[in-house]
């Protein structure tokens, strides 16, 4: 079973032209269409989403994989072709069908997103708690003492000291940006979680516990997770299915340990190659 299915879903900024695609893509070496200037940031882009597994979706900067995040999570709009949510109910919903106030419902209950830049995710002009309070209040919540108690629960289960709930989170570490980003996040309790580029700007001790922690929160709760890296590091770690993208194209996808043991493009090749 599949929380999300794309079938060509496809992305242009720009004028574009009859040929736009055909002069793109992987083989063309280019995402800009040279006659017209066009960017196709996603070009006929198929993927499934399986329920409670992590999906990687893997490569440079250019290759379409934001947008992608971008588009399913409900911030982007303009795509063309087909992109499927299949709700708690087991409803597939067309996401190209959704009005921006249908779409801002589902961010609000349904999904949960870690930035890779803190200050896209947490608002820090309140506390860590009041960050994980906004969310909760989105739930129908309006019990402070149920509210701070969730506060409480979700910033111990992420590793910040409680103690510290009441300070703004611009006097923390990144990484604990990031922890109390994660918290919040999971404060409605929701069926998908964005991670976009989660560990970039963190030392790399703190790149894993980071990781650690996203692992130990999958196992528990069985969350489905896409996770945008440019890093196979990351995804050989936390994903156990894998898309590579180039250029706005899908141009491998497969169980990561089969695309890691037996990578088919030489793009993918690269990749892995510069992670030994």
């Given at each position: 079973m599949t929380v999300f299915e794309t079938q060509n879903l496809t992305r242009f900024y720009g004028v574009r032209c009859p040929r736009c695609l055909e002069k793109t893509g992987a083989a063309a070496g280019t995402n800009i269409c040279p006659d017209c200037g066009t960017v196709v940031a996603?070009?006929?882009?198929?993927?499934?989403?399986?329920?409670?597994?992590?999906?990687?979706?893997?490569?440079?900067?250019g290759s379409g994989k934001t947008t992608l995040l971008r588009y399913l999570y409900g911030v982007d709009f303009g795509a063309t072709g087909s992109a499927l949510y299949r709700n708690p109910s087991g409803e597939m919903i067309e996401l190209g069908e959704l009005d921006p106030a249908q779409r801002r419902r589902l961010r609000d209950r349904e999904f949960g997103i870690v930035f890779q830049n803190p200050h896209q995710g947490l608002n820090f002009r309140i506390s860590a708690g009041g960050n994980?309070?906004?969310?909760?209040?989105?739930?129908?919540?309006?019990?402070?003492?149920?509210?701070?108690?969730?506060?409480?629960?979700?910033?111990?289960?992420?590793?910040?000291?409680?103690?510290?709930m009441d300070e703004s989170p611009a006097g923390f570490s990144g990484g604990m940006q990031q922890r109390v980003q994660i918290a919040r996040a999971l404060a409605t309790e929701p069926c998908v979680l964005f991670l976009?580029?989660?560990t970039t700007s963190l030392d790399l001790s703190v790149q894993a516990k980071i990781l650690d922690l996203i692992l130990e929160l999958h196992q528990r709760t069985r969350l489905s997770i896409l996770l945008v890296t440019h890093d196979i590091g990351v995804a050989r770690m936390l994903a156990s299915h894998c898309i590579v993208m180039r250029y706005g194209q899908v141009v491998e996808t497969g169980l990561m340990d089969q695309i890691l043991e037996d990578p088919q493009h030489a793009y993918t090749q690269e990749l892995i190659g510069a992670s030994l």
């Open positions: 996603l070009n006929n882009v198929n993927l499934r989403v399986p329920k409670g597994e992590i999906l990687g979706v893997i490569g440079e900067s994980i309070a906004e969310r909760v209040l989105v739930s129908g919540e309006r019990n402070y003492g149920n509210i701070r108690e969730r506060a409480t629960l979700l910033l111990d289960r992420t590793g910040v000291p409680t103690r510290r976009d580029e989660v």
